[in-house]
């Protein structure tokens, strides 16, 4: 399995970006994908997670700002954040959870000046 993560970049506070993960190779029917984050020397959190049903799980920080969506036909994961703030800077993870197996994107950098 492999994810491919994009959109990343440099963004003024208050602007929005939009990342996309696709994955490919042995993808289940049901797992759940997700976005986590690493901040410079920080551990790395959840920002939030979807259900190949759509169940969206956010963490309590997140909420309202940040919203999760996938599309099953193209196995893609999509955060859409808003409202950006200087401290989302970090570099973003998308995540794939197949039960047997979690799999890890390489990161997009999302940058957010004040």
């Known amino acids: 399995v492999q994810l491919q993560a994009s959109g990343g970049g440099l963004v003024q506070a208050g602007g929005s970006l939009r990342l996309a993960c696709a994955a490919s190779?042995?993808?289940?029917?049901?797992?759940?994908m997700g976005w986590y984050r690493q901040a410079p020397g920080k551990q790395r959190e959840l920002v939030a997670t979807?259900?190949?049903?759509?169940?969206?799980n956010y963490a309590d920080s997140k909420k309202g700002r940040f919203t999760i969506s996938r599309d099953n036909a193209k196995n893609t994961v999509y955060l859409q954040m808003n409202g950006l703030k200087p401290e989302d800077t970090a570099v973003y993870y998308c995540?794939?959870?197949?039960?047997?197996?979690?799999?890890w994107g390489q990161g997009t950098l999302v940058t957010v000046s004040s």
């Open positions: 995540w794939l959870n197949q039960g047997i197996r979690v799999s």
């Open positions: 979807i259900t190949s049903g759509g169940t969206t």
């Open positions: 190779g042995s993808i289940f029917a049901s797992n759940i």
